[in-house]
C-alpha cells in the first residue's frame, strides 16, 4: 500500500497551533516520523511530507500514486476546555479510513472521542486523489492533551498506525 503522511505547518515557518510549552508543527513531525517507520516495517511504501504550501503537498501525493493520505495535526482553541481527537473525511472510504483511525487513537490514548467530521472543504482531502483524512490528534491548547501529545508522541504514531493498518486489513478481507 502506497501512503502519504503530512505533517501539519512547517516548524521555522508556520508553528501552527500553540499549547502552553510547544508548537503543533514539532508534534506533528515527531508523530509522521515515527508512524512512517511502523508503516514502512510492515511493508508498506511511505512518503512523508512536511511543507508549508498545501497545493505542493496535494501534488507530492498524486505524484506518488498514494492509495491513502493522512494529514496529520493537533488542534487549538480559544478555550481550554476543549480536548479530545477528531477526524476529517470527504467520501465514504475516507470515513471508513477516519472511523479506523478515531477508534484506534481514543481507545490507546484514552482521548475523548470528537468524532468523525465532514472535511470536504479542507483541501489537503479534496485535493488528492486518494483516500485522505485529517487527524487532530489533541488539542495543544488543553493542559492535560498538551501533555500527552508531548509525553506518548510515541503512542500517538503506534495508534495511527495501527487504524491505518486496520483499515488496510478490512479493506483486503473478502
Not at 483511525?101 to 482531502?125: A, N, P
Not at 510515541?154 to 488496510?168: N, P, Q, V, W
Request: charged share 25%.
Amino acid at each position: 500500500m502506497r501512503i502519504v503522511l503530512n505533517a501539519g505547518h512547517m516548524p521555522g515557518r508556520d508553528p501552527g497551533a500553540r499549547g502552553a510549552y510547544s508548537v503543533e508543527a514539532d508534534i506533528c513531525r515527531q508523530v509522521m516520523e515515527s508512524c512512517g517507520r511502523i508503516l514502512r516495517d510492515g511493508g508498506n511504501e511511505v512518503l512523508t511530507v512536511q511543507c508549508n504550501e498545501l497545493a505542493p503537498i496535494a501534488a507530492a501525493s498524486d505524484g506518488f500514486g498514494a492509495d491513502i493520505f493522512v494529514a496529520i495535526h493537533c488542534n487549538g482553541a480559544n478555550t481550554p476546555a476543549a480536548k479530545g481527537t477528531e477526524v476529517y473525511a470527504m467520501s465514504e472510504e475516507g470515513y471508513s479510513l477516519g472511523l479506523s483511525v478515531d477508534y484506534s487513537i481514543t481507545r490507546q490514548l484514552e482521548t475523548t472521542d470528537r468524532g468523525v467530521k465532514d472535511g470536504s472543504h479542507l483541501f489537503v482531502i479534496n485535493q488528492t486523489e486518494a483516500v485522505a483524512i485529517l487527524v487532530e490528534l489533541a488539542f495543544i491548547t488543553n493542559e492535560e492533551d498538551e501533555r500527552q501529545l508531548n509525553e506518548r508522541t510515541e503512542d500517538f504514531a503506534s495508534a495511527l498506525a495501527a487504524g491505518i493498518t486496520r483499515y488496510i486489513a478490512e479493506k483486503s478481507t473478502p
